[in-house]
């Protein structure tokens, strides 16, 4: 875990929304219609859709959190789902309190 790359990710509000919206997917985001849980995620257009933005901008912002780790993709078909690391995000905010 790089706390310097995961501040850099959560340094853009969107990212952190998205963060956010992900802790509790089935309040936040309608049903996939091939799929009836949340067990992999949330499907990537239905992020698009909450936040509002690009295609492009929001595979971007997950590919970057997807880096810092703090993301776990998983492909059913062509669609790709996300949801959050909670042992990164654990660790991260263990080591927040803990090193500052």
Not at 20 to 44: A, M, R, S, T
Not at 75 to 90: A, L, M, P, Q, S
């Amino acid at each position: 875990m790089d706390i310097v790359e995961i501040n850099k990710v959560l340094s853009n509000k969107t990212r952190v929304n998205i963060l956010k919206w992900l802790k509790n997917p089935e309040l936040n985001f309608p049903p996939h219609k091939d799929i009836d849980h949340f067990d992999d995620g949330v499907c990537v257009g239905n992020i698009q859709d909450k936040t509002g933005l690009s295609q492009s901008t929001v595979s971007t912002y997950l590919n970057s959190m997807q880096n810092a780790n703090l993301v776990i993709p998983t492909r059913h078909g062509k669609w790709t789902y996300y949801k959050r690391n909670e042992e990164v995000i654990t660790a991260y905010m263990n080591a927040i309190r803990n090193e500052l």
